[in-house]
Structures are given as C-alpha cells and as structure tokens.
C-alpha cells in the first residue's frame, strides 16, 4: 500500500515537513541494517486520537536498542512526548506510527560503537495490513522456506531493521505462491510466528502461542489479546507448536499492530475453520478497546492532545 504523505516527521528534536525529513546516503544503517524500530497505532476515540499502549512501545524499542548495543540519545518520557505531538501535528483521527532509532551519517563499516544515534517518528494512514474484512474472510498461509533466526544469529527478541530481511523473504515468497501471509518455523522445526505477526492455534479447546524461545517477538498486541482472551473466561498459554498443529488446530488467528487481529482460513492448503469463536469474541473486545470503548482496559490507550 503507498505511503500517503502527512503534514510532519519528527527527526532528533524537531517536527520537519514530510520531504525534507531525509538521510544521506551513506547513512549507517541504510548500509547494515542496525536500527531498531516500532510499529504503534493511534485510533479515532469520542476524547481525540489515543495511542495504543504507547509507552509500551516506546519500553520495547529501547530494549532493542539495549540488546544492539545502541544508545538511544533521549528518555522513554521524551519519545512518548515526541510520538504525540507527531500524531496531533497529522490532523489526522487515527494513523500508523512509526519511530525509528538508526546509526546516522559520519562513520562507514561495521564497528557501530564511532557512531551517532539519530531518532525519526513518522505518521501516516494504513488500513488493516492483511485487509479490513481478515477477521471474517481470514487470510491464507503456507509454511515458509525461509527459518526464523536463531537467538545466535540475530536476535528475534530485538526488533532490528536487519532482521526483517528474513521477513520479507518470507512474505514475497508466500504472495508470489498465491498465499497471503508466511508462518516461519525455528531452526528445531517448530513454528515461531509469520512474518509480522504473532500466532495463536485453538487445540482441545485451547488458545496456544508459541514462546519466545521458538524465535517468536513479545508481541504487545499478543499481550493485549492474552489479557483480553483470559478475562472472556478462555483457557490461554504459551506453549510450543508443531507445524502439525497448524493442519488440525479448531481455529488459528495471527495479531500485530500493523494486522491488528486476523483469522486464517488455511495452512498449507489444509482448511481451517474460520472464523472461529474465540477469534471472533477476541476481536470485538479488541476493536472496542483500542479505541477506548471498553473501560477495563482504557489505560491502554494515550490521548495524544
């Protein structure tokens, strides 16, 4: 989907016009990939935009960083403070953010540790990544060629620029097939998560998604689904799957940021009922909540004016 440009982009301190927000070529980061990133969305609320579970966010990126080894050169405080301002300076009522943490322009090769941390935050509107209608139509996937990255090779737990080259890979092999997304399994064959989202799997009864251990993120809308799937009274873990499971589970749905909470109507070319109950009831409480419609769970929404 193309970028529809917005009013700013705050870059190191300052809200810049959208066109001039740019980086020189020689740009670290555009070299090796080391920059660390967050996908956060703001929703249409009866109070403004609100931020969903901002500061949250804002946490993971810096321990990404922190895992990379890269110093980001504000406060959690002073990110979040900066992603409002972006959102409100959009007019928009809603839109994706997009904070980045990169090495900058000054230093070439691989030792990061000569090199500046610059600091970006971009906004824009995007619809639902695997389409509006995924929740009732769900959407199709196969299993990937491509592995997800051992804990040794490049850090899952980080959400590193580098790393997603798996990602797309993973995803451009998946709609050159005529699927719509990627479910990437670890090196020891056992699922991890798809290409930019975390999986659950219904088995007897049970939600299951995979740990971290599988090479799968810490999803914080997969810790907002947990929550909410467990106070519908669901019996929800963190457990391994089997590629297997895939092929027999009752139900399976993927959640992101970016996809919010989508069903998935096939692995493999193996039908999956869909949509399921549980991801039905999930993603109407999760709908209501992110746009602060749902008191319990309102602190997870940031007002951003």
């Known amino acids: 989907m193309p970028i529809q ?3 700013k982009i705050w870059m190191n301190g300052d809200l810049v016009d959208w066109h001039q927000a740019q980086v020189h070529v020689l740009t670290h980061t555009l070299h090796y990939g080391t920059g660390v990133f967050e996908g956060i969305r703001a929703y249409d609320t009866a109070d403004g935009p609100a931020v969903f579970r901002l500061t949250e966010h804002i946490e993971r990126l810096f321990r990404s960083a922190h895992i990379m080894g890269m110093d980001i050169p ?5 990110l979040v403070a900066a992603t409002k301002a972006t959102v409100v300076s959009t007019g928009l009522p809603g839109c994706y953010v997009r904070p980045l943490a990169y090495y900058g322009y000054g230093e070439m090769g691989l030792n990061t540790l000569p090199c500046t941390v610059d600091v970006a935050i971009a906004c824009w509107p995007w619809g639902a990544y695997l389409g509006d209608d995924a929740v009732e139509k769900g ?3 196969k299993i990937s060629s491509w592995t997800r ?3 040794n090779t ?7 620029v580098g790393n997603y080259v798996n990602s797309s890979l993973a995803k451009v092999e ?3 097939a005529g699927y719509d997304e990627a479910i990437m399994l670890a090196p020891n064959g056992l699922v991890a998560e798809c290409t930019g989202e975390n999986i659950f799997a219904v088995r007897n009864g049970i939600i299951i998604t995979p740990p ?3 090479g799968a993120l810490e999803g914080i809308t997969q810790n907002s689904v947990t929550r909410i799937a467990k106070d519908l009274g669901f019996d929800i873990r963190v457990d391994n799957l089997a590629r297997s499971d895939l092929y027999i589970a009752e139900e399976i749905f993927v959640c992101g940021t970016a996809a919010e909470i989508s ?5 493999d070319d193996r039908e999956v009922p869909c949509p399921g109950p549980m991801t039905k009831a999930i993603a109407e409480v999760y709908a209501r909540a992110v746009r602060r419609q749902e008191p319990a769970y309102t602190d997870w929404c940031e007002l951003a004016g």
């Open 139 to 141: 959407v199709r996937m």
């Open 212 to 214: 971290m251990s599988a």
């Open 149 to 151: 990255h051992d804990h």
């Open 74 to 78: 504000y406060s959690v405080a002073e």
């Open 5 to 7: 440009p917005t009013p």
């Open 174 to 176: 998946a709609l050159k």
């Open 263 to 267: 069903s998935v109507n096939s692995v």
């Open 154 to 160: 490049m850090p899952p737990a980080s959400k590193t």
